[in-house]
């Protein structure tokens, strides 16, 4: 054999599939991407006429996606994106375009990758430019600019059209809670991806703790799907975690991230806060839960808690959740001392917000409360939701039964299902491995949206 620089897999049935070149393979927060496919779907932009796609290093040494393309007519971030978003994965858009008059040749005649310009001249997001009017607005202004490394942001620039992603949030809530002695809630960005909106929160919330307010405890993580699916927490005790799993279901489903709230009140108060945080997004059921590690026990006790008010939960999606029979015996110093560990060692989403003391703090003593919840907790009864476990490879909760790997089969009145996903407990959501993962999430979703469109026709 030769290497002629192709990448390529066997497949079961033992042909080969041709993956791209190596050589125009990067990765990228995680993320392996063909550069060649990116610049495939751009060239079906109907105005796109060539299109090169760059991965370049910003001014904190993170790569980034670049694109530039030359075109018959002017476009905005947000034509391309939305073209973009139709035919690839979130993560595989670029963070900035630019548009050119001409790409640059070498001598022999082919384009000069090299001779293409830093992205300062970006693509405009389609807003009209509209300046800083005042003093909170124009230092937003310059840490939106520092952290997307980026001239001339507008107040009326979304955040996420300008290349943001959840890494950037994080490090921007960071500038923001540093340099102008403001916490701001990771919702506020979501909802708010302006700087004129977040000035004008920040102007309401001052005297607020970030993640602190009963108000604050659930995000919607992405934007278009035909049902909600509300995903309780893991551990680390924040919904940001199912940032990268929302962006791979958009348009299948919205995800909403909830934050752990015992450690503000009582379990039972704390289970009728959920309830009522849901039903403020979506009144009426059937409703679809997710948890993955203690959120998924979570999960069951609050639809437990729904369906005795008579509320309707449709499916629970456990990813790698062990059902909880029997307490765990830890003093406070172990509970403690295994919190400083997780902390160690979690993923870069949540340790770019966790590099602040202040904000190590605050995590801690919300985990150390959920903690203690998860010690004291027994998943007892069964609940009328179909129950769908998501079994990670190698884990311990994949070794407790054969046919029954996470405990929950007898836990559920109707329809129990196992799936298996690739990568350990510790890594099923993070890059490299929840695009593979997610696919087994679309298609629960898919299933579940089918079935209850059968029993409500009225919904189709």
């Known amino acids: 054999m030769y290497k ?7 497949l079961p049935d033992g042909t080969i599939e041709y993956m791209g070149r190596i050589d125009h393979q990067v990765k990228i927060r995680g993320y392996r991407i063909e550069l060649g496919e990116v610049e495939a779907q751009l060239l079906k932009v109907e105005p ?3 299109a090169i796609v760059l991965a370049r290093e910003d001014e904190s040494g993170a790569k ?3 694109a530039y393309f030359l075109a018959a007519r ?8 939305a073209a973009l978003s139709r035919e690839i994965p979130a993560y595989m858009i670029p963070s900035y375009f630019v548009q050119v008059e001409r790409m640059p040749l070498t001598p022999n005649g082919k384009i000069d990758r090299k001779a293409l310009p830093a992205p300062e001249g970006s693509v405009p997001t389609g807003m009209e430019y509209v300046a800083p009017r005042t003093s909170l607005e124009a230092r937003l202004t310059e840490i939106w600019q520092e952290v997307l490394g980026l001239p001339n942001i507008g107040v009326q620039d979304n955040f996420f059209d300008l290349g943001g992603h959840s890494l950037k949030v994080l490090q921007m809530l960071q500038k923001v809670s540093v340099e102008l002695d403001v916490q701001v809630p990771l919702h506020t960005v979501f909802k708010m991806p302006t700087v004129e909106a977040m000035a004008h929160e920040i102007g309401k919330r001052e005297a607020e703790k970030a993640f602190g307010s009963e108000e604050n405890d659930i995000v919607r993580l992405n934007e278009k799907g035909p049902v909600n699916v509300f995903c309780f927490p893991p551990l680390a005790g924040y919904g940001i975690g199912y940032y990268e799993m929302a962006r791979q279901l958009e348009n299948h489903c919205v995800v909403y991230g909830l934050e752990f709230i015992g450690d503000r009140s009582s379990h039972e108060d704390m289970l009728e806060q959920y309830i009522d945080s849901i039903r403020s997004i979506q009144e009426q059921g059937p409703y679809i839960f997710l948890g993955y590690s203690i ?4 999960a069951f006790e609050v639809a437990k808690a729904m369906e005795n008010r008579g509320y309707q939960v449709s499916d629970i999606i456990m990813i790698d959740a062990l059902r909880r029979t029997e307490t765990i015996k830890s003093s406070p110093e172990g509970t403690s001392d295994q919190i400083e560990q997780i902390l160690d060692g979690l993923s870069d989403t949540y340790k770019s917000y966790l590099t602040e003391p202040s904000a190590r703090e605050k995590v801690k003593n919300k985990m150390y409360a959920y903690a203690l919840y998860r010690n004291e907790l027994l998943n007892t009864g ?3 939701a179909n129950i769908h476990a998501l ?9 407790a039964a054969p046919d029954d790997a996470l405990l929950w089969r007898q836990a559920t009145q109707n329809h129990y299902a196992e799936y298996e996903v690739v990568g350990s407990h510790d890594v099923v959501l993070d890059p490299g491995f929840i695009e593979e993962n997610a696919k087994v999430l679309r298609t629960i979703v898919k299933k579940v949206i089918q079935e209850t469109r059968q029993l409500n026709p009225t919904l189709s």
Do not use: K, Y
């Open 4 to 10: 002629t620089g192709d990448l390529a897999r066997w």
């Open 48 to 50: 796109v006429q060539e």
């Open 64 to 66: 980034q996606l670049c």
């Open 74 to 81: 002017s476009l905005t971030v947000s034509e391309l994106r």
């Open 295 to 298: 959120g998924g026990n979570l």
């Open 382 to 384: 069964a609940v009328q």
């Open 391 to 399: 079994v990670a490879g190698g884990s311990a909760a994949g070794i």
